[in-house]
C-alpha cells in the first residue's frame, strides 16, 4: 500500500510539473476532475505543442499534509516513498521550466512556517540556504527524504488540531509568515501549486470542526485566491476521503490506505477552484491515484499555459 501511494502520487507531482511546462505535445479535450470524475478543465497546448510567451516557467509548490496518528500509513510512504522518488523525477523535469522550489509544511497552522526538519532529524540541511528545497540542489533525495519524514508541529495537541492542511498552507503565504519565516518563497511569475493530504475532513476553525457549509468553503477559496491574487496564477489539489462516507480501515469498500472520513468541505474547496479550470479533487479511499493523473496534468498544463502577463 505504502508503494502504490508513494509511486502514484510521484507519478502525479512530477508528470504534472512535466506537462505543467511544456513537455508533452498532446492536445488535451478532457475535464479535470478526482477520483469522483467531476471536474473542468477546456483543453491543453495546441497541437504544435507551442506555449504561448507567458507561459509559465517557476513553479512554487506546497505540500501541507495531516500529520495525525491516523494518517501513519500516509506518513510513512511520504518519507520512504514518495519524497525521494520525487525528486529523483523532478531532475527529468524541462523543456521551458526554468525552476522550481517546494515547500512543507504539516496540518498544524501554529507555527506555519515551512519544515527545515524532519520528525527524527533537527536539520535537513536544505542547500537552498532556505526553508524550501530548490530545483538547483545536488542533493534533492535527501533533502525530500528528510522533510518528507513530516515533523508534528508541536504546538499543535493533536486533537483535532493539526488537520487543518488548507489553513496551514493558507497560513504560511500569507501575514505574518509569509513576510518573517517564509518570506522570499512566492513569485510573482510562478505557477502556485497547492496539495493537501488528509484522511479526515479540513478543521476549518478549531475547535469547531464541523463546518463544511458552502459558505465556508467560499471563505477558504477567497483566502487562497487571494494568495495570488488571481485564480489563474493557481492550481489546488485536495486529496481526502471520498463522498458520501469515506471508507472503513477493512472489510467491504475498506480504503487503500486505511480508513478515511469523508472530506466533504476539502471537496467543496477544490470544486470551486475545478470551476475555474483550476482544481483536482482525489478520494483517498479510492486508492486509483493513477485514474487522477490525466485530469491533474490538464489542470496544470492549462493553468501553465493561461499563465497571465506579468506586467
Not at 10 to 37: I, M, P, R, W
Not at 106 to 135: I, K, L, R, Y
Not at 163 to 169: D, H, L, S, W
Request: proline share 5%; hydrophobic share 35%; net charge negative.
Amino acid at each position: 500500500l505504502k508503494q502504490r501511494l508513494g509511486f502514484s502520487l510521484v507519478a502525479l507531482c512530477s508528470a504534472s510539473l512535466l506537462a505543467a511546462c511544456g513537455s508533452s505535445d498532446a492536445a488535451t479535450d478532457g475535464g479535470a476532475g478526482g477520483g469522483n470524475g467531476d471536474g473542468g478543465g477546456d483543453g491543453g497546448f495546441g497541437g504544435d505543442g507551442s506555449l504561448p510567451s507567458s507561459a509559465c516557467k517557476k513553479i512554487d509548490l506546497v505540500f501541507s499534509v495531516d500529520p495525525s496518528g491516523s494518517m501513519s500509513e500516509e506518513l510513512a510512504a511520504m518519507s520512504s516513498d514518495v519524497f525521494p522518488a520525487f525528486a529523483t523525477a523532478l531532475r527529468d523535469v524541462g523543456d521551458g521550466l526554468e525552476d522550481y522550489r517546494v515547500a512543507v509544511i504539516d496540518g498544524c497552522p501554529t507555527p506555519a512556517n515551512f519544515h527545515t526538519q524532519g520528525q527524527s532529524t533537527a536539520d535537513c540541511g536544505f542547500e537552498s540556504g532556505e526553508v524550501w528545497m530548490d530545483s538547483s540542489s545536488s542533493a534533492l533525495d535527501a533533502e525530500f527524504g528528510c522533510v518528507g519524514d513530516i515533523y508534528k508541529a508541536s504546538s499543535c495537541s493533536g486533537d483535532n488540531d493539526d488537520e487543518q492542511p488548507i489553513g496551514a498552507a493558507i497560513a504560511s503565504l500569507t501575514p505574518p509568515f509569509s513576510s518573517g519565516e517564509n518570506a522570499g518563497f512566492l513569485r510573482d511569475d510562478a505557477l502556485l501549486v497547492v496539495v493537501t493530504i488528509t484522511d479526515e475532513d479540513e478543521c476549518p476553525t478549531f475547535p469547531n470542526c464541523n463546518d463544511t457549509s458552502d459558505g465556508k468553503a467560499m471563505e477558504i477559496y477567497n483566502s487562497m485566491v487571494g494568495i495570488k491574487g488571481d485564480v489563474r496564477k493557481m492550481v489546488y489539489l485536495g486529496i481526502g476521503g471520498g463522498l458520501p462516507d469515506g471508507c472503513p480501515a477493512s472489510g467491504a469498500g475498506a480504503g487503500a490506505y486505511g480508513a478515511a472520513d469523508p472530506a466533504i468541505l476539502t471537496d467543496k474547496v477544490s470544486q470551486l477552484f475545478i470551476g475555474d479550470d483550476r482544481g483536482v479533487s482525489w478520494d483517498l479511499c479510492d486508492g486509483r491515484l493513477e485514474d487522477g493523473l490525466t485530469e491533474a496534468i490538464e489542470v496544470i498544463e492549462q493553468a501553465c499555459r493561461d499563465f497571465p502577463e506579468i506586467d
